[in-house]
C-alpha cells in the first residue's frame, strides 16, 4: 500500500490543523495505522494509532485530548485532527499502515512496513 500524508502548515499556538493520510493499492480496511512525528533533529515519536475499523484508537500522553485520529475506510483515508496546537508539537508528521502488527506494537515505528513521506507542522507562538 502506498501512503500519501497531507494538510500541514504553519499555524499559531492555539489553531488547529487537519492532517490527511491517502492510502493506494491495497486493502485498506485490513491496515492498522499510526501517526508519528518527528521534530527536527529529534527521533521519531508515536503520536496515535487507529484501529482496522476505526477504533480503538490510542494516542500518546502529550497529545491526549487534543488530536483526534479517524478513518473513512471507504475513502481510503485516515485523519489526524490537531487541536490547541502547541509551539512543542512542531514536527514532521508521518502516517504510517501495517496489516500484520499486533496492539502491543502499535506505538513501535519500527513495526510498521509502509509509510507516507510526511507533511510539515509549524506551531508559532
Known amino acids: 500500500v502506498q501512503l500519501q500524508a497531507s494538510g500541514g502548515g504553519l499555524v499559531q499556538a492555539g489553531g488547529s490543523l487537519r492532517l490527511s493520510c491517502a492510502a493506494s493499492?491495497?486493502?485498506?480496511?485490513?491496515?492498522?495505522v499510526g501517526w508519528f512525528r518527528q521534530p527536527l533533529g529529534k527521533e521519531r515519536e508515536f503520536v496515535a494509532f487507529i484501529d482496522r475499523s476505526g477504533s480503538p484508537t490510542t494516542y500518546a500522553d502529550s497529545v491526549k485530548g487534543r488530536f483526534t485520529a479517524s478513518r473513512d475506510n471507504a475513502k481510503n483515508a485516515v485523519y489526524l485532527a490537531l487541536n490547541s496546537l502547541k509551539p512543542e508539537d512542531t514536527a514532521a508528521y508521518y502516517c504510517a499502515a501495517d496489516a500484520r502488527i499486533i496492539t502491543s506494537q502499535k506505538r513501535e515505528a519500527r513495526q510498521y512496513d509502509y509509510w507516507g513521506q510526511g507533511t510539515e507542522v509549524t506551531v508559532s507562538s
Open positions: 493499492g491495497g486493502t485498506f480496511r485490513n491496515y492498522r
